[in-house]
C-alpha cells in the first residue's frame, strides 16, 4: 500500500488484517509512503519497490485530488495534473521492469467521468498562462489518465507484451475525503447540494467494484487500453480516444517528469 499519509495507511492496512484473521493463505501487507505530488518521492518509493520484489503482478493507480484551490506540486506543476496524471505516469514507467516479470500483469488507473470535461491543453498544460479553473483542471487530469493507458497499451502491444493489460476507469461517485476541497473552492452552498445527494453516493466498498472488475476478473483479461464505469465497457469521450494526443501526451509528460524524449521502459526489461 503506497500512500502519501502512512498513519492513515497503517490504520487501513490494520483494520484489513483484522478482518482477514479467519482467512487462509494470506499474504503480507506492506505499507510505504509515497507522496505523487513530488518527483522525488515517486522515485523513491519506486525504487523501494524494485528492490524488494521480484515481480509486480497488479498496479492499481487509485491515488487524486479533486477541484483543489490552485496550487502547486512540490516541482511546480498544476496540483492536479501533476498529482492525478504525472505522478502516476512516473510511478507506472519505473515499475514496468518488475510489471513485466509477472507472467501475467495488469496496469488500473482510476480516472473518472469528468474526463467528459476536459481538453487537453498542450500550450499551458499546468495552468500557468490562464485564468486557474479547479474543475476543468481536474478533469483535464482525469483525461490524460486515460489518453495515457491507451498509449501505453499501444506501446506494449508494440513491444510484443501482451501479457500486461492496462485498463482506465469511472468508480463512480463516492463518498470518500476526495471531495474535502469543495468548500474551499466553491463555498458551503456547494457541499450542502454535495450533501443533499448523498442518496445516490457510493459507499466505498461499491465505489471499488469496478476497480476490482477490472483488477481480477477474467472477462477483461484479454481486453487492454478499454474504459470501464459500473464493471462493463463504456464508450469514453472523443477526447478521450484521440490517439495523437495520447502520443503527443506521452512525449509532453516524458519532459516534464525529466525522462529523455526518447525513453522506453521496455528497454530496461
Known amino acids: 500500500m ?21 482467512k487462509q493463505n494470506l499474504g503480507e501487507l506492506v505499507v ?6 513530488s518527483l522525488k518521492s515517486v522515485k523513491n518509493c519506486a525504487k523501494i519497490i524494485m528492490d524488494q520484489e521480484n515481480k ?15 496550487s502547486r506540486t512540490e516541482d511546480r506543476f498544476e496540483m492536479q495534473f501533476g498529482t492525478n496524471h504525472l505522478g ?12 513485466a516479470q509477472s507472467p501475467s500483469a495488469r496496469i488500473v488507473n482510476v480516472s473518472s467521468r469528468a474526463h467528459e470535461r476536459g481538453t487537453i491543453d498542450f500550450n499551458d498544460l499546468n495552468w500557468n498562462n490562464k485564468p486557474y479553473s479547479a474543475l476543468k483542471a481536474y478533469a483535464q487530469s482525469k483525461l490524460a489518465n486515460i489518453l495515457f493507458t491507451m498509449e501505453l497499451a499501444r506501446q506494449l502491444a508494440e513491444a510484443n507484451m501482451n501479457h500486461i493489460t492496462v485498463y482506465s476507469l469511472h468508480p463512480g461517485v463516492i463518498k470518500t475525503e476526495l471531495g474535502r476541497h469543495l468548500k474551499d473552492t466553491y463555498g458551503a452552498f456547494l457541499v450542502y447540494l454535495w450533501d443533499l445527494c448523498q442518496w445516490a453516493i457510493k459507499t466505498p466498498e461499491q465505489g471499488a467494484q469496478t476497480t476490482i472488475y477490472c483488477s481480477v476478473d477474467e472477462k477483461c483479461a484479454t481486453e487492454s487500453g478499454l474504459y ?27 519532459k516534464l517528469v525529466d525522462l529523455p524524449d526518447n525513453y522506453m521502459p521496455f528497454n530496461k526489461i
Do not use: Q
Not at 56 to 70: Q, W
Not at 88 to 99: A, D, G, S, V, Y
Open 88 to 99: 502516476h505516469f512516473l510511478f507506472t514507467l519505473l515499475l514496468l521492469p518488475k510489471i
Open 2 to 22: 503506497a500512500c502519501r499519509n502512512k498513519t492513515k495507511a497503517t490504520a487501513a492496512a490494520n483494520d484489513i488484517k483484522d478482518s482477514c484473521k479467519s
Open 32 to 37: 510505504t509512503e509515497l507522496d505523487l505530488s
Open 228 to 254: 470501464y464505469a459500473d464493471c462493463v465497457l463504456k464508450k469514453p469521450s472523443k477526447a478521450a480516444r484521440n490517439k495523437e494526443d495520447a502520443k503527443r501526451l506521452w512525449i509532453e509528460s516524458l
Open 56 to 70: 509486480i503482478d497488479l498496479l492499481i493507480n487509485n491515488a487524486g485530488v479533486m477541484t483543489c484551490p490552485e
